[in-house]
């Protein structure tokens, strides 16, 4: 049994409670972890030593010296990264595969926002009153609450730091109960690159029991979360208390649009990397699969008959194809969701069942499953199942695509396989979604703003205008000469 502990300010320390939470290993369905069971004192010890760090030495740093933290935490993920995969691989069964993935592109993330601490430049801008000078900068907002789902802990929480820390601001991270060990060593790296007490802090615990603490704590001034609209709209309203800002990063129902002159066995592998690798636990994951009726039958059977070869199995396995459901709420709420599909009409070509595999038999495993005969009302096709549970809808023209695809309270992402240059072209400013991939799915870089429309959330992630949202504009008019006594 392993024992992690949370840290606040220069502290690694168990909660003000003393009270402990299991973390389950999804795959074995032992408790392999225990991490300490924040309280609101916890909560407001981190925020006060993340304010205390950015009004100290933090917030005396230049941003040059800001960007080499950051890139030597980079270099650190780089040399040690291998203890983060194996943590993500053991508390939420991320295939080995994606873990080793996840983590070089966490150094990358780190990079980025380094070589951008020292790019943000203010401006001497025109001014409407003769005799006076105006100029423009920008300053750390200050402290930011960073929640973090259990879907993907290190990658979400990288999103949110990095462009915080490169900004100036000071953090307090809360990762899902089910998921805050990898979070933990990662802030461990922080230690080691030399960032100054109190800059990084993690508070572990239950959303219901810190989660409002945290987000409505008049110290924090910005609350970044990434998790379901339900989850959002409680945090939108807790922030809105103090006026702080927010970005949400919220859930999906991604359509994935197969015509008929797409590569077809580029579309095939396409559609089952975006639903089905990550077991369906992702925000971006292509759930909604809206096909050209002609190929329709076709490419259904296909894709069915490719996914009974699927390996499912251990997470740790590099061969293994799909691992197991992260947490034991979500898998009975996936089976949940498929059971009530079968209900409504909905049929299962492919799977739609428990299943447990060789090693793995008492662990939280579902089958790759594919609904056919699903029209676009059905629940399965508008809420979010976060599972390997994909439906098939048909369509006859590219207006009822777009309508199909648009019927729906979510747009995050949506994907498009076509061989027409007028589709690929004209089709996704028609598509009410933050990303579109066209001829591709799930392609994603720090460089590449992400974030979604409608209940998908507000504000965007990555890219170079993140940064900015984690500063504040200030004017500063001057009138030279002037008297000031």
Avoid at 216 to 231: C, D, E, I, Y
Avoid at 241 to 269: C, Q, R, S, Y
Avoid at 313 to 322: L, S
Avoid at 472 to 480: H, V
């Amino acid at each position: 049994m392993e024992i992690f502990r949370m840290k606040v300010g220069a502290q690694w320390r168990n909660s003000a409670s003393g009270e402990w939470i299991d973390s389950e290993n999804p795959y074995t369905g032992e408790v392999w972890a225990r991490i300490p069971r924040g309280t609101t004192a916890d909560v407001t010890d981190a925020v006060e030593a993340a304010d205390e760090a950015g009004r100290g030495e933090w917030g005396s740093l230049t941003a040059t010296q800001r960007g080499r933290l950051l890139y030597r935490l980079a270099q650190l993920i780089r040399e040690k990264g291998g203890r983060l995969a194996e943590l993500e691989i053991t508390d939420i069964g991320r295939r080995r595969r994606e873990a080793l993935g996840v983590v070089d592109h966490l150094a990358g993330y780190f990079e980025y926002y380094a070589g951008l601490a020292d790019k943000v430049e203010g401006s001497v801008s025109p001014f409407d009153k003769p005799g006076f000078f105006h100029y423009t900068r920008y300053e750390p907002m200050g402290v930011v609450a960073c929640i973090v789902p259990w879907n993907g802990p290190l990658l979400l929480t990288t999103t949110k730091i990095a462009p915080a820390l490169a900004a100036g601001c000071a953090v307090v991270i809360k990762p899902s109960e089910f998921a805050s060990t990898s979070v933990l060593h990662l802030v461990e790296l922080a230690d080691e690159a030399g960032f100054p007490p109190g800059v990084i802090n993690v508070v572990t615990g239950y959303g219901s029991e810190i989660g409002d603490a945290l987000t409505s704590h008049p110290l924090v001034r910005k609350v970044a979360f990434t998790g379901g609209h339900v989850g959002g709209h409680a945090v939108a309203r807790s922030a809105a208390t103090g006026f702080k800002h927010v970005t949400l990063e919220l859930g999906g129902k991604a359509p994935n649009i197969v015509f008929a002159d797409a590569d077809l066995d580029a579309a095939l592998a396409g559609v089952s990397m975006g639903i089905f690798n990550t077991s369906g636990q992702a925000c971006l994951a292509g759930s909604r699969l809206l096909v050209e009726r002609s190929i329709a039958d076709e490419f259904v059977a296909k894709l069915a008959d490719q996914m009974r070869d699927a390996r499912l199995g251990d997470p740790a396995d590099m061969d293994t194809d799909i691992g197991p459901i992260a947490t034991r709420p979500q898998f009975t709420s996936v089976l949940e969701r498929i059971d009530a599909a079968k209900r409504e009409g909905a049929t299962p070509v492919l799977g739609g069942n428990r299943v447990a595999p060789t090693g793995g038999e008492n662990g939280l495993f579902v089958e790759p499953t594919i609904f056919t005969n699903v029209t676009n009302d059905m629940r399965i096709a508008r809420e979010e199942v976060f599972g390997p549970v994909l439906v098939a809808i048909p369509f006859d023209t590219d207006d009822e695509a777009v309508a199909i695809a648009n019927d729906t309270d979510f747009g995050l992402t949506a994907g498009l396989w076509t061989s027409s240059l007028d589709r690929a072209l004209n089709l996704p400013p028609r598509l009410a979604a933050g990303t579109v991939w066209v001829n591709t799915y799930r392609t994603v870089s720090v460089m590449a703003p992400f974030g979604g429309f409608k209940n998908s959330g507000i504000g965007r992630e990555n890219g170079v205008d993140a940064i900015k949202d984690y500063l504040e504009p200030k004017s500063i008019i001057i009138r030279p000469g002037a008297s000031v006594a």
